[in-house]
């Protein structure tokens, strides 16, 4: 099994910046793809960030291109990211997940197997 928690989110001004943590425990000698995936009230999940294990790869949502940026450390099983220019719109609660079968970024809500509880991060206007 594997274990998530987030940390980080918050409320800030639209413009202004967070950063996401997220911790993995348990089954740490496997190697997950991790993917940041974000729910806003009546809205459907999105997948807004992807990395690989060993970081060669990343993926991000054409909405937070150029303003959202992942990575991970994995000698501290962490996953980060980094959020700037935030808008109102970026209002959400964010999860971490992981890809149980694959080290590769598969950005797609099918792949988690895994996921944390769930950060608020609320951005205003």
């Known amino acids: 099994q594997v274990q998530l928690v987030e940390s980080g989110g918050g409320l800030v001004q639209a413009g202004g910046s967070l950063r996401l943590s997220c911790l993995v425990s348990?089954?740490?000698?496997?190697?997950?793809?991790m993917g940041w995936v974000r729910q806003a009230p009546g809205k459907e999940r999105e997948v807004v960030a992807g990395?690989?294990?060993?970081?060669?790869?990343?993926y991000y949502a054409p909405s937070v291109k150029g303003r959202f940026t992942v990575s991970r450390d994995n000698a501290k099983n962490t996953v980060f990211l980094q959020m700037n220019s935030l808008k109102p719109e970026d209002t959400a609660v964010y999860y971490c997940?992981?890809?149980?079968?694959?080290?590769?970024?598969?950005?797609?809500?099918?792949?988690?197997?895994?996921w944390g509880q769930g950060t608020q991060v609320t951005v205003s206007s």
């Open positions: 348990g089954r740490t000698d496997s190697r997950y793809g």
């Open positions: 990395i690989s294990w060993t970081s060669t790869s990343t």
């Open positions: 997940a992981a890809d149980g079968g694959s080290s590769l970024v598969r950005p797609s809500l099918q792949y988690y197997d895994y």
